[in-house]
């Protein structure tokens, strides 16, 4: 039963145009949602966060969006650069799961020059 | 965020040995950690959380005698693969959580079985 879905195995972009990595989860009580990059044989790197409360978070180049009532987020990447080109994993935590991540399974992003 | 570091990188072992896997916050005090595999084009899987001081939480399906888990110290937690088989063979990753949500993960180790 797979919780957190990240549909999209690969996703392919030019360098400067803008990358949406998709998510999707089916635990309502999900209540905190986290990007990670990772590259081979390297641990996840944390990206960005939204809490529930929130539908947009920005951090420099990276936006998060949450739709609550669909219960998708996505990952903005602008512009995108080749240094981005990575597995992007999107996880989820519940309120009371003792901070537990429940992880996708992974979307390669690979940023063409 | 926080640092954390894992040793050794890699490691190939006769099947039927035991492996151990360290952990280290480098810059943190962390009273809880994680113990996660990824197979090959798959997610990471939680395997157990690691508490200082008291026993680890597995996962289930995760075998607590086959992977013994010990977090004698703020700092560092290790995984021990007992009895280690080919099926055994991934890549193990550990992580710390520093506020409320935010995990920060090692570097982790490859375990390759023969």
């Known amino acids: 039963d797979q919780q957190v879905k990240q549909n999209s195995p690969s996703l392919s972009v030019q360098e400067g145009r803008i990358s949406i990595l998709n998510c999707d989860y089916t635990?309502?009580?999900?209540?905190?949602f986290l990007w990670y990059k990772k590259y081979p044989a390297e641990g996840p790197t944390f990206l960005i966060s939204?809490?529930?409360?929130?539908d947009k978070n920005e951090d420099g180049r990276f936006t998060v969006f949450l739709n609550k009532s669909a219960k998708h987020l996505s990952l903005h990447i602008v512009p995108s650069q080749p240094g981005d080109s990575a597995v992007y994993f999107c996880a989820a935590s519940a309120r009371g799961s003792n901070y537990k991540l429940t992880f996708g399974k992974g979307t390669l992003l690979t940023v063409n020059p | 965020g926080a640092v954390v570091s894992q040793h050794p990188s890699w490691v190939i072992c006769k099947s039927g040995t035991s492996v151990k896997i360290e952990c280290r916050s480098l810059d943190f005090q962390a009273t809880t950690m994680f113990w996660y595999r990824q197979f090959p084009k798959q997610s990471l899987m939680l395997m157990a959380t690691?508490?200082?001081?008291?026993?680890?939480?597995?996962e289930q399906g995760v075998e607590k005698d086959k992977f013994l888990i010990n977090h004698a110290s703020l700092t560092l937690s290790t995984l021990t693969v007992t009895s280690a088989h080919p099926e055994d063979s991934s890549f193990y990753i550990c992580s710390l959580r520093e506020g409320r949500e935010t995990q920060y993960f090692g570097p982790g180790t490859r375990l390759l079985v023969l």
């Open positions: 690691s508490n200082e001081g008291s026993k680890a939480t597995y």
């Open positions: 939204i809490s529930s409360i929130k």
């Open positions: 635990n309502s009580m999900f209540d905190y």
